[in-house]
């Protein structure tokens, strides 16, 4: 599957923005996926997923209450909804799939379990 991460921008610390990714599969509904997230010169970090099939959704401390994880499977598109946004949120954000990943809290977290990434998309917050 081929993805394509969109959405990325410019904003004022408390500003909103809704990341897409979408993707080129047909059975794009049987792949979990994640969003990451890398500053340069540091490692990439965990931010979202969302299980296939069940929809379950899982976030990183960091983001818990801030970002909204949600698919649309008709659209091939996954949503990450960033609301209340901080200066700490500025990165390069990647959505990445993995096919029938296993719902489990810490698995949707390690980067090595997606076998399929997109090429990212500049999230910048001032304060």
């Known amino acids: 599957v081929q993805l394509q991460a969109s959405g990325g921008g410019t904003v004022q610390a408390g500003d909103s923005l809704r990341l897409s990714c979408v993707g080129s599969d047909r059975t794009f509904s049987s792949y979990s996926i994640g969003w990451f997230r890398q500053v340069p010169g540091e490692g990439r970090e965990f931010v979202a997923a969302i299980a296939w099939g069940s929809a379950n959704t899982y976030y990183a401390d960091s983001v818990k209450g801030r970002f909204t994880i949600s698919r649309d499977n008709a659209k091939n598109t996954v949503y990450l909804q960033m609301n209340s946004l901080k200066p700490e949120d500025t990165a390069v954000y990647y959505c990445?799939?993995?096919?029938?990943?296993?719902?489990?809290?810490?698995?949707?977290?390690?980067?090595?379990?997606?076998?399929?990434w997109g090429q990212g998309t500049l999230v910048t917050v001032s304060s």
């Open positions: 990445a799939a993995d096919y029938r990943g296993l719902p489990d809290s810490d698995y949707v977290t390690r980067m090595f379990e997606y076998d399929y």
